[in-house]
């Protein structure tokens, strides 16, 4: 409690013993000696009403003798009570007679209780009845009944009273004490919030005046400045009052007055920011952002800004370098990327003519070692291509450049490129290999099958490679509540989409924890060393597949212990192909048909029961021959016969043959059933030879999608025809000749002389009348002189490339609609954007695949008709003017030199001897630098590099060392960003020594 607490308590203690003191005199001094005196006079007047009675009594009792009304008077007075206590009002009486008026009986004098010490005496006089002379004197004592209850009645009023002042009196003690403690908080808060804000305006001042590189400035809205932080000292190198009082010879644009500073008044903003050259007192240029904000309640209704003001002249020039250094690693970043895909397209042309070789070669009639020979060559060939492909793909996603195609495909051409994949692997590791598709999962899906097929492949090959004996399981399902959902994180769909989850099983040497740990890391390899299964790889595969399912918005995650196996599982989004978009359901009148699956595969009978069932056929299991002739025979004697029996080739009660004799020759067996030989996948030619006997009629695999089934069951079981719908549906294309129509005519544009050599041989071998052309110009000049129904153009030839090939003959009406495939030597697809921008149909990368070429050829051959070319005349050798009527065919003279010297030259293509062919090189070499120079000086650092490259691999065919070393140090300069002039002049020495 506080002192003035206390004063204000003892202030309050002391009025209420005041208060007290005052009411205890009023009561002993005022109140209760009058209520006494009230109650003796009302004492006196009850005596006086009784006295004249007891006159009379008492002169009849001396006068006349008669006591006994004396008597009677005197009983009655004393009989006289209080109607409401029932107490006699009087207590005795005393009777003294006047000497004069004679002797009384004593008896009679005194009556009641004549020494009661609480009554109240009242004597009064008693006066003779005729002539009202004093004839005694009667003492009435009366009782202070009535005393006392005046006393109780006025001093319970009395209490009542003070009680209630009492209560007042501490009801204002109360008030006081909390309106005193409200004070004091609020005198307490007041100096806290003082010492406060004391305390942050000191702080702020001092961070203020410590600023560094920062100071706070106000200013009217005319601009003058009227207040600024001593922070500005270190900033400006001037006093506060010296930078306000002077400000034009500070700012350097002070001469825009208030327009200088980012805020202006009547600006709709509330605040602004601006950069603003100044000049320090030492004269250094700097550059202050300055940041305002309208100050809202300044004093008086005046205008006044405040600002802060940053030095950021260290901030600016670090800002320029770093945009110089992004520029300088963005350009680096281009020439790598230009490298790149040069090195790409030179490794791969290469290896698109040995891989064309080699299958041509494999076509022609050769001994059986030879053709062993160049199949191992065609799958080394293949293999390097395919790390180089991965190579490239971890390229791009260093780069944030694959991206996902999306377009309609069939689930099941997918699956059919991995089986025919995993066939080939499988022949040397006698696998079980099937595939389990899921009940629900669309056959038509819309996505990138190409990426699909690409992680599809790896986890394949993995599952081959890692499982030296058992069996790999390829099961496709839909994940449930997935479908029409919206949001999810795989490309754009437009409409219905779908997630399907891949599990890739096997039964290999497992993955150790420590290996699952790195397993998707991009070059990381499985130490498989204590297993001695060391099968090689680059260790890109998984690291591009985890990569690829990300973009389809899924996740990859693997299961494996080692000696148990693998599992590892992918999820990914898809988009749903409307029905009328893709091909009918076939209505194939299979229902109520049976098969039988003769296997002791649980697995087999599995897969090959749902999917029959799936078909509508009914399906029966058997585990062995016997069973199975058992089942045969109760079928032929109760008239349920089967229509379809799938026998397992791995049953080991008895060879194939015999068991498909015993089936055939039941007893009572009428019509006889289909069979079809159940094989594992790679080992199906080996079965192919008893296909189209009596006994066999067919071979399958377990890694069986169901368009394949559907293909084999229509060739197999009666009734197999489709419905209407179907019946006319396009017959899937196939890389034969009668496919072709005859007389159609071809161009090949091409400046490697082996890859058009091979398309011109592929095409033949198809059916189609080939043209070559080494180069665009040439290909233009057979263009105006021949009709084609088609053109393969090669996208990047010297002089004139494939995209402005397009782009001049798609200014031609009649060529305007001319199939244009475009072939490339890149991995990279990415170029399939800027074909089609082009105007190319489609694009292809070499080697040619025939199958695929003749899917795009065949839906345009027919079509339309490219024939009467328009007079051209003979084509200039030097430019044209622009003629709306012709095209513009005209080589260039810097076009002319940059395809003379960017022309690579091969050891196949030199049929000249060696000095010849460094004369040629070295003309090509002279012809080219003036356009390796101008590529550079006008930023053109990948096209340089590309031209560089094809004149590296020249002068390294012809032995040009010299010119090798010299160009690959001009390519290492371009990349890095540093000067050229070493490398340019090394090349002029070339030159010079000839």
């Keep these: 409690m506080s002192a003035l607490a206390r004063w204000i308590t003892l202030a309050f203690v002391l009025l209420a013993l005041g208060l007290g003191a005052m009411i205890g005199g009023y009561w002993h001094l005022a109140l209760k000696p009058g209520i006494q005196n009230e109650a003796q006079q009302q004492a006196d007047l009850m005596a006086q009403a009784q006295a004249a009675r007891l006159a009379a009594a008492l002169v009849a009792a001396v006068v006349d003798g008669s006591s006994h009304l004396l008597t009677e008077v005197r009983n009655e007075v004393l009989s006289f009570t209080d109607s409401d206590s029932g107490q006699p009002f009087f207590a005795g009486v005393d009777i003294e007679p006047a ?71 501490l009801s204002a003690w109360a008030g006081v004490m909390l309106l005193t403690r409200q004070m004091q908080r609020q005198r307490l808060w007041r100096e806290r919030a003082e010492q406060s ?85 030492q004269g250094q240029a700097r550059q202050l952002e300055c940041t305002e904000t309208l100050a809202l309640n300044a004093p008086e209704g005046q205008v006044v800004i405040e600002g802060v003001a940053r030095d950021v002249s260290t901030q600016k020039e670090l800002e320029a370098s770093l945009l110089e250094a992004k520029e300088r690693a963005e350009s680096a970043n281009r020439a790598k990327t230009a490298l790149l895909t040069n090195v790409s397209h030179e490794l791969r042309t290469p290896m698109a003519s040995i891989i064309g070789l080699a299958k041509l070669m494999l076509r022609a009639e050769s001994p059986a070692p030879q053709r062993d020979q160049v199949g191992k060559i065609l799958a080394a060939a293949q293999s390097l291509l395919r790390i180089l492909d991965d190579i490239l793909d971890v390229s791009k996603m260093e780069a944030g450049r694959v991206r996902l195609d999306q377009r309609a495909f069939a689930l099941d051409q997918v699956l059919e490129q991995v089986a025919n994949f995993a066939a080939i692997k499988n022949q040397a590791a006698a696998l079980d290999i099937a595939f389990a598709i899921g009940p629900g999962v669309p056959r038509y899906l819309r996505g990138d099958p190409v990426r699909l097929g690409q992680v599809l492949l790896n986890l394949t090959s993995n599952a081959i490679k890692f499982t030296p004996r058992g069996s790999v399981l390829l099961c496709v399902e839909q994940l449930k509540g997935a479908q029409n959902s919206q949001g999810a994180r795989g490309p754009d769909r437009g409409g219905h989409h779908i997630r399907l989850k891949f599990t890739l099983e096997d039964t290999g040497i497992g993955i150790s924890r420590q290996d699952l740990q790195r397993l998707f890391q991009p070059f990381s390899q499985l130490d498989n060393a204590s297993s001695h299964h060391n099968q090689g790889g680059t260790g890109l595969g998984l690291a591009i597949s985890r990569h690829l399912v990300r973009l389809m918005g899924g996740e990859i995650e693997v299961e494996s212990q080692p000696g148990q196996g693998s599992s590892f599982q992918f999820t990914a989004d898809f988009g749903l192909v409307p ?129 394949a089934l559907l293909r084999v069951l229509q060739a197999v079981l009666p009734g197999a025809a489709p419905s209407p719908a179907h019946r006319h549906a396009a017959p899937p294309v196939h890389a034969h000749p009668a496919s072709v129509p005859p007389g159609t005519r071809v161009l090949v544009a091409d400046d490697h002389r082996v890859n058009r050599e091979i398309a011109v041989d592929v095409l033949n071998g198809l059916g189609f009348e080939v043209t070559a052309a080494a180069d665009g110009f040439e290909a233009l000049e057979s263009l105006a002189r021949a009709d084609f129904d088609a053109l393969l153009l090669d996208i990047r030839m010297p002089g004139l490339d494939g995209f402005e090939v397009t782009k001049r ?52 051959l027919g079509k339309r008709s490219f024939k009467h070319p328009p007079n051209l005349g003979p084509v200039a050798s030097q430019p044209v003017k622009d003629d709306s009527s012709a095209v513009q065919y005209a080589r260039a003279p810097a076009a002319e030199a940059v395809e003379e010297g960017a022309r690579m030259l091969c050891p196949s293509d030199l049929q000249a001897a060696p000095s010849e062919a460094q004369a040629e090189f ?22 340089a590099i590309a031209v560089a490259q094809r004149l590296k691999t020249g002068a390294q065919a012809v032995g040009a060392s010299a010119a090798s070393d010299a160009l690959s140090a001009l390519q290492r300069a371009v990349v890095k960003g540093a000067s050229v002039d070493e490398p340019l002049q090394r090349l002029e020495w070339v030159l010079v020594q000839g």
């Design 99 to 169: 000497p004069d008026l004679g002797a009384l009986d004593p008896a009679l004098r005194q009556h009641g209780d004549i020494e009661c010490r609480q009554c109240l005496v009242a004597e009064v006089p008693l006066l003779h009845p005729r002539d009202y002379h004093l004839i005694g004197v009667a003492r009435f004592l009366t009782t202070d009944q009535f005393l006392r209850q005046y006393l109780r009645a006025f001093r319970r009023h009395l209490l009542i009273q003070a009680a209630l002042g009492a209560l007042l009196l």
């Design 809 to 860: 003959l798609r200014a031609e009406p009649r060529l305007a609609r001319l199939p244009v495939i475009a072939l490339t030597a890149h991995a990279m697809m990415e170029d399939a954007e800027p074909c089609h921008a082009a105007g190319m149909t489609a694009v292809m990368s070499k080697p040619i695949n025939e199958t695929a070429l003749l899917e795009i050829l065949l839906p345009h």
């Design 922 to 943: 070295l003309r090509q070499l002279s012809a080219a630098l003036p356009s390796i120079i101008d590529y550079l000086g006008h930023g053109g650092q990948a096209d």
């Design 579 to 707: 029905r009328a978009s893709c091909e009918p359901s076939p209505a194939w009148s299979w229902q109520g048909m049976r098969a039988l699956i003769v296997s002791e595969r649980e697995l087999t009978q599995a897969l090959f029961g749902q999917m029959l069932n799936g078909l509508g056929l009914a399906v029966a299991m058997a585990t062995s021959t016997g069973q199975a002739s058992a089942i045969l025979g109760t079928a032929c004697q109760t008239g349920a016969a089967f229509a379809l029996v799938l026998l397992d080739a791995l049953l080991a009660d008895a060879p194939v043959a015999s068991i498909a004799r015993q089936l055939h020759q039941q007893p009572g067996l009428g019509q006889k059933p289909a069979l079809l030989l159940i094989e594992r996948l790679g080992f199906e030619r080996g079965a192919d030879a008893q296909v189209g006997s009596a006994d066999v009629d067919g071979v399958v695999t377990p890694a069986l999608s169901h368009s």
């Design 197 to 281: 804000s004391a305390w942050t305006q000191a702080r702020y001042e001092r961070l203020l005046n410590r600023l560094e590189g920062y100071f706070v400035y106000a200013r009217s809205g005319e601009g003058s400045l009227i207040f600024a932080s001593e922070s500005v000292r270190r900033v400006m190198g001037c006093a506060p009052e010296v930078f306000c009082r002077e400000p034009e010879r500070f700012f350097v644009d002070a001469d825009a007055g208030s327009s200088l500073f980012p805020l202006t008044i009547g600006q709709a903003e509330q605040s602004a920011s601006r950069v603003l050259r100044v000049r320090t007192a």
